[in-house]
């Protein structure tokens, strides 16, 4: 089969989401066959199908080399910039071979692929204070950093502000106030920024606002999406870490009560006790937790379904009370672990990112045989 | 085959019938399990969060043991979120030797040594990887017919893509559908079959989180959807135990069976659903027990 790039225009049927909420009329589909080589981007094939089949098509683009961000839109349903996807990758992943083109999501659409980024990733941005606050005095020269620092804030840098991860995170699609993947990233950028002054004021902030840090399920979603490898959640759960660990920030949202509960139950027991974590994240982290208003509060509100639980047989009163514990002597090697990470003057990281992996991969160990693979 | 057995905390806490019935099912798939008895919690991404090393570490202990398991083939688990949390860890571990010799260094004193490439995959990938669909059609006794399953695939066990080994050849965001289509069942696709949950932030958003669960379910009834089969069980606590206030936040009914993926594996090898533990599920899976006594009458 000749490379990509040699082979003829072929045809593919672009699926368009049209909508002018000027109009008045429902949003609709309009089905266009466009003729491109298959190494051609889906954005050159919606432009085709608007030059030859009709005008009003609305997209929005500029650069057309993935630089600029202008073009984001879900391509068969993923989110995606229309000039970095091929036609015959986008083909592929196609139902029925129709290559399926919606705008962006959790903003609203302004015209068919045009979505008002003001309303949403523009104000969230703003939101995070998205400058630098320098120390002072600022230096007659420039600012003496670490490389590695200076690496490690590039990650969030290379964010092109193109939506793709605000249009599918799951968090802001149930809570449109979360202030978001981009913006949070964004946030990182200075937090994790040596030459910044108010670390400690933008992570109380970022901690304290019920959809700041400790809103984001945890789902992946924009780190799937990000087409510059910005990985907006690590860059959360950074935030998350530097807040808790370094600043001991107790927010009002339970963001810091649920982590030191989960992290004390799973080095007091080896397993989670989960009947304690619920109250202790309320209640604050101690057995005595469950007693505090917050956490009666709570248990209160989750009784008929604890007592649906325990009727049913699913939650079983013994491990409700007491919760599973491993074996004394396993217990005592996982609190040895605890004692020793724990009491490190600083946190051992490994970022990826900076170090990259080994450039010559080990072999794999020769294991006994039957051993695993 | 013979596998080193990683259940997780929630399996063997408040979803029991999710371990009970994988006993049960391991057997008729001739799949020996060595439990992982020494093993401690993965982290679930909070103890990441909290503190790499220490997550990467107590899970290179975990992937040490499984090590140790001789005979064994690989680490499986059933518990989505075990495996996104195993995952990220491993791939720091097995990227980087010098940093794979730090954490070893600590598990030194147990005489404990992670050596790089564990393959662990869990149950899902087992059956259709390893097992393979073939075989578990041809071990079907009560076929799901007229069955209308909605698969909930959750995060952990989908994104990220690269990090999961997810590829054109192992289409594991798909593997759900397959099995339920191997059993006899019917896939029913609906919009949120591979969004969160919700139970990351119960604690921290109580109504986004609820919210979340709702409107899965309600989308998976609207697609006309008689039970959801999971590989997660944090899913389930959201998706089931929750599902009564689930159901106030969103202001709908919703009465939605959720299955665990080897209940819905063990109904259709034949086994009982009183021994799958059915009955311990907070929303009483009644559309799939009676599905299933009147199948076996009828058979009868």
Request: aromatic share 6%; proline share 6%.
């Amino acid at each position: 089969m000749p490379e990509a790039h040699d082979r003829p225009a072929e045809s593919f049927t672009l699926k368009l989401r049209r909508y002018d909420p000027e109009s008045g009329n429902a949003p609709y589909w309009d089905e266009h066959t466009v003729e491109l080589e298959p190494h051609r981007s889906v954005l050159e094939g919606i432009l085709q199908a608007k030059d030859r089949f009709d005008g009003s098509i609305g997209v929005r683009c500029s650069c057309r080399q993935a630089i600029c961000g202008s073009c984001g839109i879900r391509v068969n349903g993923e989110p995606a910039l229309a000039c970095h996807t091929h036609l015959d990758a986008a083909k592929l992943g196609a139902k029925d071979g129709v290559i399926e083109i919606e705008p962006m999501g959790n903003m609203p659409v302004l015209k068919d692929l045009i979505v008002d980024m003001d309303a949403v990733h523009w104000k969230k941005i703003q939101r995070v204070t998205p400058w630098l606050l320098a120390k002072q005095p600022v230096p007659e020269r420039e600012y003496l950093v670490s490389k590695e620092s200076m690496v490690d804030v590039t990650q969030t840098m290379a964010c092109i502000q193109c939506g793709a991860c605000v249009s599918d995170c799951l968090a802001m699609e149930v809570d449109p106030g979360f202030i978001g993947p981009a913006a949070l990233a964004k946030a990182y950028r200075f937090v994790g920024d040596p030459r910044d002054d108010e670390q400690l004021e933008r992570l109380t902030d970022l901690a304290e606002d019920p959809q700041g840090i400790f809103d984001c399920t945890h789902c992946f979603k924009c780190v799937e999406a990000c087409p510059k490898g910005v990985n907006p959640m690590g860059q959360i759960m950074r935030l998350r870490r530097i807040a808790i660990g370094d600043h001991h920030i107790v927010d009002q949202n339970n963001g810091e009560r649920h982590e030191a509960a989960f992290v004390t139950l799973v080095k007091d027991n080896g397993l989670l006790h989960e009947a304690e974590l619920l109250p202790r994240s309320y209640g604050g982290n101690s057995w005595f937790g469950k007693f505090a208003p917050p956490a009666g509060k709570e248990l209160l509100s989750s009784l008929p379904v604890v007592i649906k639980g325990v009727l049913r047989g699913k939650i079983n009163p013994k491990i409700a009370l007491f919760g599973h514990k491993l074996a004394k002597p396993d217990l005592n090697a996982v609190q040895a672990i605890y004692e020793k990470i724990e009491s490190r003057p600083e946190r051992y990281e490994l970022n990826l990112y900076i170090v990259g992996e080994d450039e010559t991969p080990e072999p794999v160990a020769a294991s006994p045989e039957g051993s695993n693979a | 085959m013979k596998v080193a057995y990683w259940p997780g905390c929630v399996s063997r806490g408040f979803t029991p019938e999710l371990h009970g019935s994988m006993h049960k099912v391991a057997q008729l798939l001739d799949i020996e399990l060595v439990q992982l008895d020494r093993a401690c919690c993965t982290g679930a991404g909070v103890i990441a969060e909290h503190n790499q090393e220490l997550a990467d570490t107590l899970n290179a202990r975990t992937f040490a043991l499984a090590q140790q398991v001789e005979g064994a083939a690989m680490m499986m688990n059933i518990c989505s979120t075990c495996q996104g949390a195993q995952s990220e860890c491993q791939e720091r571990l097995d990227a980087n030797a010098e940093y794979r010799a730090h954490v070893n260094s600590t598990l030194a004193s147990e005489g404990l040594t992670y050596e790089k490439g564990l393959t662990n995959k869990n149950f899902l990938w087992l059956l259709v990887e390893e097992i393979g669909l073939d075989t578990l059609r041809a071990r079907v006794r009560r076929p799901l017919t007229n069955l209308k399953v909605g698969p909930f695939y959750g995060c952990y066990i989908v994104r990220p893509r690269d990090r999961l080994g997810i590829d054109a050849e192992h289409p594991r965001d798909h593997y759900l559908d397959q099995v339920i289509a191997a059993l006899g069942g019917t896939v029913i696709e609906y919009a949120g079959m591979r969004k969160c949950c919700g139970f990351p932030i119960i604690t921290m958003n109580k109504e986004a989180s609820l919210k979340q669960a709702g409107r899965h379910l309600g989308d998976a009834i609207d697609a006309d959807a008689d039970c959801l089969v999971t590989p997660c069980p944090l899913c389930h606590l959201n998706l089931d135990l929750q599902q009564p206030l689930a159901a106030g936040v969103v202001g709908r009914q919703l009465n939605m069976p959720v299955l665990h993926l080897p209940q819905l594996v063990g109904l259709a090898l034949g086994l009982d659903p009183g021994e799958l533990g059915l009955s311990r599920h907070v929303v009483k899976p009644t559309s799939v027990i009676d599905w299933s006594t009147s199948v076996v009458a009828a058979a009868a």
